[in-house]
């Protein structure tokens, strides 16, 4: 699986962002979504997850209320809507694919790019 992280970029405290990531492959709906973020110096940190169907969505507690996961499986495609944010939320953002239902990144095989976002206060 390949994924393709976009739509990073300045956003001031309050405003909204929209993430998105695309996979190849066919076995997309297989696989459990997560987003991840780090920043210099940091460790990456979970932020979101999201079953294959699409049924259930998990969020870090710093994000819950503020940002949203979905998926859209006919595109290939995970999204992490951003709404709110907050100058701390300022990171480089990654997608990831796993065939677990974790929020360690030691679950996630496959990996975006990563897309960087910075929330101006």
């Known amino acids: 699986v390949q994924l393709q992280a976009s739509g990073g970029g300045l956003v001031q405290a309050g405003g909204s962002l929209s993430l998105s990531c695309v996979a190849s492959?066919?076995?997309?709906?297989?696989?459990?979504m997560g987003w991840f973020r780090q920043v210099p110096g940091k460790e990456r940190e979970y932020v979101a997850r999201?079953?294959?169907?699409?049924?259930?969505?998990y969020y870090a507690d710093s994000v819950k209320g503020r940002f949203t996961i979905s998926r859209d499986n006919a595109k290939n495609t995970v999204y992490l809507q951003m709404v709110s944010p907050k100058p701390e939320d300022t990171a480089v953002y990654y997608c990831?694919?796993?065939?677990?239902?974790?929020?360690?990144?030691?679950?996630?095989?496959?990996w975006g790019q990563g897309t960087e976002v910075t929330v101006s206060s």
């Open positions: 999201i079953t294959g169907g699409g049924d259930f969505t």
């Open positions: 990831a694919a796993a065939r677990v239902n974790s929020p360690s990144t030691r679950a996630y095989s496959y």
């Open positions: 492959g066919r076995t997309f709906s297989s696989y459990y």
